[in-house]
């Protein structure tokens, strides 16, 4: 007869299926939710009622099975499907996909969560923050823009107020220099005379007096240099406060940097002679010339007159005018020619010259020049004298260093070594000494020692840079963030972090694409894109939902179908149980 069991069994089978519908619902619900993760409904049965548990078989009988009617159907529980999703480029390199088993970590309301949803923009501090305002976490760069793991922090990425410069570290050069030009000899020679005849003397009230037969010595005070256009009346050439200037002398065809030095009580020939080397930027470490003489200001201290001797080489040749040397007062007007000059030697070899740019700690452009001299010529190969001087540096010495270069009989540079310079930046901010490697051989630019019409160099590479603006960035595969700047720098801001779960599908849904840890889940292992499986990156990019529509409503049409065939059950014992009524009637 009708049995209200039946109808309590399919009851069971309307809630099961019911909330089979409610979960494929919400996965086509979210069928366009980045980074939506799928979940299926599990059936179990319900405990049945024994009536029989079977027999074994003996010797009388074969044996007979349970006999057990069930009770209806349960719900087991839910399984997250953790697949990845199709990855659809979004053109915005804010967007990240993960293409793996990893998550990424965030932060918000001082809780920790997970998701798959890389849609990441920037907040009004620069962080990098999920949709609903988490913070994306990471790890950030030391001072000198490596990554340092360790703690996770929130990533700042500073668009339009990170500012960066850097100094130069590398400078290359290439050209040829011309092997059949002419072996230097000898350097320009200029003497500094205090009139067409006669040179300087000290006054007899001098202190130091000069040790006759010297007629003047380099300890001589300025103050006490004799007036030459007034010999014998003990007027001095100089006055305290004024400054001596040189301005329009040439060097190699260059106009030399004008310079002042201020004459002082303590100011002697000494100090002028440093002044005139130092900024006519004569290499007083390069050695003698070939001709004997060597290179610096001389002072004959008998006739008082003075030498200029320069260093070796066309590029180097001086010019020096009467015009080019003048006594100033305090206020910088202009008093007298203090100097008679007189060119007697000009400087000779095969050479060249160069200007270039290099950058200090602080962006700051120093220029610096090189010169290369034709030292010699043998069957060995050619060998070039190299100069490197600066006006930008900060002490008096514009002089840098000095040396040889060796080139074989092939025209190549026999030590391809780089050469080290050092300009001084005491005074300007900047770190100090700004040292730079230069070199002149390379795998694509050289220099080289061949037959030509002239030489020529320039220099081709140099790295540093003046101040400039973060203006992009981009995450790499492996979660690194580069940043572009407006001087053409690259740099690294930080690492993007994943977090990888030995069982991911028990992780507890937090709801806005947010996951936390589970009971089940296990602890998260912190690590970076391409290691522990977490996957790579993909910028400009994002997830879309790992739902299955054919699937889902492959799904509601068999729950729909057990829906009506539960409640086919319950209608048909309803009518047994009417006609058993109609029966008692």
Known sequence: ??????????????????????????NVANVNTTAYKSSRLMFQTLLGRTISSGSAPGTNSGGTNPYQIGLGVGISGTQRNFSSGTVQSSGDQRDLAIQGNGLFIVEGGGEQFYTRAGSFRQNSSNDLVSIGGQRLMGYT???????????LVPLNIPVGTLTIAEATRNVSFSGNLNADGDVATRGASISLMGTSTAGLSAISSANPAPTPPAVIETTTRLLDVEDPLLPGSGSPLFAQGQFFEIDGAEKGGREVVPRRLEIADSSTMQDLMDFLRDALGIDVDAGDNPDGRTPGIGLDTATGALTITGNVGEANDLELRAPDLRLLDEDGTFIRQPFVTDKTVAADGESVRTTFLVYDSLG?????????????????????????????????????????????????LADPEPISVSIDRAGTGAATPLTFDVAFAGPKDSVTALTSTKSEIAATFRDGSTLGTLTAFSVGQDGVITGTFSNGLTRTLGQVALAVFSNPEGLIDAGANLFRTGPNSGLPAVTTPTSLGAGSLVGGALEQSNVDLSEEFTKMILASTGFSANSRVIRTTDELMQQLLVIGR
């Open 1 to 26: 007869m009708a049995s209200t069991t039946a109808m309590l069994t399919a009851l069971t089978g309307l809630n099961a299926n019911a909330r089979s519908l409610d979960v494929i619902g919400n």
């Open 141 to 151: 760069v030391d001072q000198n823009y490596n990554v340092a793991t360790g703690a």
């Open 364 to 412: 700051t452009p120093v220029e610096a020049e090189l010169s290369i001299v034709l030292s010699s010529k043998a069957s060995t190969g050619t060998t070039w004298q190299y100069f490197f001087e600066s006006a930008d540096d900060s002490d008096s010495l514009q002089t840098l260093t000095s040396g040889l270069m060796r080139f074989d009989t092939d025209g190549q």
